[in-house]
């Protein structure tokens, strides 16, 4: 069940020129279910990326920054491939083999350098990669290579999700028309740190690759890097933009209004799809934002904002609806931030004022705090009254069905 | 539902000599329930103690601490007073008030000074402590004061608890025979950072105030700081080590054998009752034992084992008995241990040989993590081999009567 999660229309999905999308159904898991995806790519593309920090990160990741940071001149990247059903992850040295395989099948079949390839997977982990029918999907995926395939592009991706993830946005930047599109997928084993499992962006604009590696990192850590729906940073997190550069509208340096400009909408289409993610969490009912204001800086408001979307008291007690926001104060007591002075602590649940100066507000009732948690999206709001940084943080409640699904997702 | 843990039997429970337990139904939350507890103590008894670091500790969290560190010489510490239902915590200034209001109604009573009473409270955060209640019950609780009162103790003090914890020992030192016996509570927002909410142990040795101020942080680090159910660190842990010197066994100094004897006696006490908490953990179907090894000191190894044990992933397949343990691989990867070198990892469930050199051991199959998953008990082994350290946790897994209990917990 998502929190109010639009289904996307494919029809709302803008085709970016330069990039083409093909799907394919290769029973990496299991039967009749798309479950590759091929994005190829117009050689005036730039390609960046951002990637788990998980120090078990997939085979798949590996060789993706790899081929990043050793592009020859040249040689740009020319295609993505995508699996769902296994991580290839905790698979040793034949889980990089066999992703370097899957490179150099997908390179055979386009007429480019394997290293022109950047390779994905997702489900999972410590099982081997169905090498083999991964590469034997091939074929049927290039034969549906199209630009307006966003939609089934998003539906190959899906693991746990339970709708397919997707947006486009047109911004009009000096007075190019540009288009942005983009994918994402992931319910559970989300808590990005760098990136998350998996997002992926096209632009037409054209990019400088300097540029857009900037922009990447920029734009992670206030839109994927800013989710979590139970803690467990997966081992496969990728969030990637393309640039394809079919538009006339180039970007060479970071310090322009056109960069401002295009950023800013990366931000907002990377926002949505990542918050799209945390809609669809496993067994979410309730969408929650957790803002921390005036902290010190911005590490110790991330802190406590994980605390508080970490805790599973608190998001038990936002599945049930109970204002038990002591469970919130606790939180915050525990996140690691030492000198913190709880009687310069206020809390706000919207906008009802729940703790003043580190206890009860006088003024707090429980009707109130009882009518916001009934509420399908709730803002926490913790003022920490020691400095001007804050950080915002979105994450979901725990149900049943949270339990239910990660109790049987494999079997 | 608790994994076997046995039933505490009133009459293996011995009293300590100088030392009376009394309890009372004050109806702090609910009728009809002991809630209110009062530990008299000998004269000649020594108190110590280890608190939460969770900031927003609880208003008795903050006068014990205050009336520990101010004794003055002859005004021992007489009585400890503890309620159930209220956690008098995120309660502010009046919090405080209420907390040495309970003190001086309790030494009035029994004729001493306010500062030699204290304070424990448990239950829900965020709410006035109904003060006139609990100071209306504490006559009845006193004229309850026995020495073999041990099993109600542990009663009075349960909240979600399914079952009362309690154990004795008795150890010969010296030629003097030794007796323990203690009591803990504890069932959800547990991960002690410190100590556990509660636990309260006694011994009849004589034992000076800095040996036994020694021990208790030497034991809690190796019993009560090393458990976790939720992850959540309350806001009221509380250890306490009470040595009532009415034995002829005197400890006075920290490189003797006999504080040596004692401290492992203590210990053993120690992890008895910290593992009972993770055995009536919420929810709990299964106990598990996470041992870290071969790191390059004993913070990596906590790190990585906690990483393991909070993990949502991680202990929703241990309730469905599901050996998909790749997620355990991923746990250990996102531990923040950021020069782990994962193709050194070993990891073993039981005997079982799961993970060889960061990749699936060849040899494991599926039926075996099977068998070993269905257990009850399992331990989880990670090697890291990078070192000579290791650290050991006990949790429990996540199972849906955990979200039932804390989506009911105050309804």
């Not at 310069?344 to 206890?359: E, F, H, P, Q, T």
């Amino acid at each position: 069940m998502a929190v109010n999660l639009p289904l996307p229309i494919p029809e709302n999905l803008i085709a970016v020129a330069g990039i083409e999308l093909g799907h394919a159904e290769a029973g990496i898991r299991k039967a009749n279910r798309k479950d590759v995806l091929v994005m190829k790519l117009a050689p005036t593309a730039t390609v960046t990326g951002v990637f788990t920090k998980n120090r078990f990160c997939a085979a798949p990741v590996q060789v993706c920054k790899e081929h990043l940071s050793n592009r020859k001149a040249g040689a740009p990247i020319q295609a993505l491939v995508i699996n769902t059903g296994n991580a290839n992850a905790g698979t040793g040295e034949s889980g990089l083999a066999d992703a370097n395989a899957t490179c150099a099948a997908l390179a055979k079949l386009l007429g480019c350098e394997a290293s022109q390839i950047l390779p994905f997977s997702t489900g999972v982990i410590l099982e081997p990669l169905p090498v083999d029918r991964l590469v034997a999907g091939l074929p049927q995926a290039l034969s549906n290579l199209k630009a307006d395939n966003w939609y089934n592009a998003a539906l190959s991706i899906m693991t746990t999700d339970t709708q397919p993830k997707a947006a486009s946005r047109q911004v009009k930047i000096n007075g190019h028309s540009i288009t942005l599109t983009g994918v994402s997928k992931g319910a559970g084993m989300i808590k990005p740190n760098m990136a998350t499992m998996l997002g992926f962006m096209a632009t037409d604009a054209k990019v400088a690759q300097p540029v857009l590696d900037h922009m990447v990192k920029q734009v992670a850590d206030r839109s994927f890097n800013c989710i979590t729906i139970d803690g467990d940073t997966s081992t496969n997190d990728s969030f990637i933009v393309i640039a394809t550069g079919t538009s006339a509208l180039e970007i060479n340096a970071i310090d322009t209004s056109e960069y401002t400009a295009l950023a800013d909408a990366v931000l907002g289409l990377s926002q949505e799809l990542a918050q799209m993610i945390v809609r669809d969490g496993e067994g979410a009912t309730k969408f929650i934002t957790v803002t921390v204001e005036d902290g010190m800086d911005v590490e110790e408001c991330r802190k406590i904002a994980y605390s508080i979307a970490h805790s599973p008291l608190v998001k038990t007690a936002f599945f049930a609806s109970d204002p038990n926001l002591g469970r919130i104060l606790a939180a915050i007591g525990y996140a690691g931030v030492d000198d913190l002075d709880v009687s310069k602590l206020n809390l706000y649940l919207d906008d009802v004022w729940v703790a003043k100066n580190g206890g009860r507000n006088p003024d707090y009732n429980e009707e109130d705090g009882q009518r916001v948690m009934k509420q399908s999206e709730i803002t926490v709001r913790v003022k920490l009254g020691r400095g001007k940084a804050e950080a915002t943080i979105w994450t979901c409640d725990l149900s049943h069905e949270y339990v239910t699904i990660n109790a049987d997702y494999r079997s």
